[in-house]
């Protein structure tokens, strides 16, 4: 069914952006922690 | 930082593309929209344990610290995208088998698989001296990996599989126009973040490193 298929869409693109800004603020902590080691 | 930005609206559009711009597969449905997620997922799990192998024959021939640590986490996110991959092919046998699970030869040998990349981390656990860890590791990780092609690529196709093999047959890519650019985006969005997962693990090991040297 259609809407079925925007309901999946719709978790597909919130996990997305889940792991997108967990990666994404990841990154941003790894970088200050290789300035506070250099 | 841009192309990460990139990589996350890049995967945004492609996962929208799966949905609404890329036609269900003939006599699957929409349940065929599976494979943008399920194949690429696949590809990273075997990309990752090529280059787990890759780093694993770098250490036999140059004892370094840093390839043995490049082919442990290879293997574990390797093993993370297959059983990633195993979950979406259980989801789709649900919906067209009738079970999550039927022992199918496909699923067998994914099975068969993690078990033997589970069974790399059981033998570094059981060793206690690093360089003998590494050196018995490397030598059981490159012949894990002759067991990838093997168990992914030609022993599913030796049987009778429900697994849909149409779609990607031997003898092609039996898909439309507007799927192929899909599926080709994915497995590149998907090789992304790989990518993007891989720098950080790097980044964080030579953190480390720097920190044990202080």
Known sequence: ?38 | MLWKIMLGIYILIVTVAAFVYAPGAAGLGDLSRIIYFHVPLAWVGVLAYLVSMLNSIRYLKKPDRDFDFRAVFNAEVGLVFTILATVTGAIFARHTWGVYWNWDPRQTSIFILMLIYAAYFVLRSSISEEENRARLSAVYCIFAFISVPLLVFIIPRLYTTLHPDPIISSSGLEMNGQMLQVFFAALLGFTGIYAWIYSLQIRLYKISQRWEGQ
């Open chain 1, 1 to 38: 069914m259609m809407s079925d298929l925007y309901i999946v869409l719709t978790v597909c693109m919130i996990s997305w952006l889940g792991i997108f800004f967990y990666l994404l603020r990841l990154d941003r902590r790894i970088a200050r922690w290789e300035k506070k080691v250099k």
